[in-house]
């Protein structure tokens, strides 16, 4: 996989993932980038608030640099409610925390999801909120940078598996499994429908730096 960091100051955040061919992540600052809008989403970014056209804007400019990085022609990434819609022959993923923007294209996957957010956001206070049981108790006596890493990988698993599945999953649905020495974590499909059991068979990779985790969820 490329990893794009179109800002220096990013660059703490590119992490160690084996390599995926045909699959480019870019990361980038948060700012006004309305200049790399294509057709429709130049309408959307048009009705937006102030906010959410910087974050908006922001994504797609890292989506541009993954397009040029594979060699896919530049099209829009246009949205079904809040979902993405990637075209035909490719699938993708968009995320940003107040700061910082990204995007992972690719060609070979069948699907792939990443999240970024930011550090210290999920206390011990909303656990029961969005762990099982189970993460919970692991949760207990593991740093406490785990909670975060956990719920962003739930994140991001689950924009990895919805074009696939087309159904929402529920955080006590998807039960995560952190190897801290390598930096990777698998997911554990706990629901009924079918197609989301193929979150069993992905891996994911995590990186922490400078107040932010990011995650990225596989399936091959």
């Given at each position: 996989m490329?990893w794009?960091?179109?800002?220096?100051?990013?660059?703490?955040?590119?992490?160690?993932v084996?390599?995926?061919?045909?699959?480019?992540?870019?990361?980038?600052?948060?700012?006004?980038?309305?200049?790399?809008?294509?057709?429709?989403?130049?309408?959307?970014?048009?009705?937006?608030?102030?906010?959410?056209?910087?974050?908006?804007?922001?994504g797609?400019?890292?989506?541009r640099a993954?397009?040029?990085?594979i060699?896919?022609?530049?099209?829009?990434?246009?949205?079904?409610g809040?979902?993405?819609?990637?075209p035909?022959?490719?699938?993708?993923?968009?995320?940003h925390s107040?700061?910082v923007?990204?995007?992972?294209v690719?060609?070979?996957?069948a699907?792939i999801?990443?999240?970024i957010e930011?550090?210290?956001?999920?206390t011990?206070?909303i656990?029961?909120?969005?762990?099982?049981?189970?993460e919970?108790?692991?949760?207990?006596?593991?740093?406490?940078f785990?909670?975060?890493?956990?719920?962003?990988?739930?994140?991001?698993?689950?924009?990895?598996?919805?074009?696939?599945?087309?159904k929402?999953?529920?955080f006590?649905?998807?039960?995560?499994?952190?190897?801290?020495?390598?930096?990777q974590?698998?997911i554990?499909?706990?629901?009924?429908?079918?197609p989301?059991k193929?979150?069993?068979s992905g891996?994911?990779?995590?990186?922490?730096?400078?107040?932010?985790?990011l995650?990225?969820?596989?399936?091959?």
């Amino acid at each position: 996989m490329q990893w794009l960091s179109l800002r220096p100051t990013l660059e703490p955040l590119v992490g160690d993932v084996p390599e995926l061919l045909g699959t480019a992540l870019a990361l980038s600052d948060v700012a006004n980038y309305e200049s790399y809008l294509i057709d429709e989403e130049v309408t959307e970014h048009a009705a937006m608030g102030a906010m959410r056209k910087l974050s908006f804007s922001s994504g797609r400019r890292c989506v541009r640099a993954a397009q040029d990085a594979i060699a896919l022609a530049r099209f829009p990434v246009g949205r079904a409610g809040k979902e993405p819609i990637w075209p035909s022959g490719c699938v993708g993923s968009i995320s940003h925390s107040s700061s910082v923007a990204v995007a992972v294209v690719s060609k070979s996957l069948a699907g792939i999801g990443v999240d970024i957010e930011s550090a210290n956001r999920v206390t011990e206070k909303i656990w029961p909120s969005v762990f099982t049981e189970n993460e919970q108790t692991w949760l207990s006596r593991a740093p406490s940078f785990c909670a975060d890493v956990m719920f962003s990988a739930k994140e991001a698993g689950y924009k990895a598996i919805f074009p696939r599945g087309r159904k929402f999953i529920g955080f006590h649905e998807a039960e995560i499994h952190l190897d801290l020495s390598r930096q990777q974590f698998r997911i554990i499909y706990l629901g009924k429908h079918g197609p989301n059991k193929l979150l069993d068979s992905g891996i994911g990779y995590w990186h922490r730096a400078f107040d932010h985790i990011l995650t990225i969820f596989v399936l091959e």
